[in-house]
């Protein structure tokens, strides 16, 4: 599979390594794929702001979240992404884009 991804944190970009590509692209796809009303996933860009506001945008239309699904959505993304080398401190803000 053909993957880009680009990742921002606390606005610092973020240099993946094959592995860390394809372990995000995945939990993130498998999340998406849990939601309500998802398809086929061809483009993703992931959202969250200091506020702990996470907005999905898959395939170019909004991913609607309850504040459930938003939560979980902001812990495991969070979890995934603070041990990367790179990123300083707590996960506040975040920009995660997938191409597939």
Not at 47 to 62: E, P, Q, T, Y
Not at 80 to 86: A, D, E, F, I, R
Request: glycine letters at 10%.
């Amino acid at each position: 599979m053909t993957r880009e991804i680009s990742l921002s944190v606390n606005n610092v970009p973020i240099n993946l390594d094959y592995f860390a590509a394809g372990y995000i692209d995945h939990v993130t796809g498998g999340i998406i794929a849990s939601l309500k009303d998802t398809g086929e996933i061809k483009h993703v860009e992931l959202s969250m702001d200091g506020a702990g506001n996470v907005k999905i945008k898959l395939n170019g239309a909004n991913v609607p979240l309850n504040y459930f699904a938003s939560e979980i959505v902001k812990r495991t993304v969070s979890g995934m992404v603070s041990p990367l080398k790179g990123v300083e401190g707590a996960v506040d803000k975040l920009e995660l884009k997938i191409n597939r």
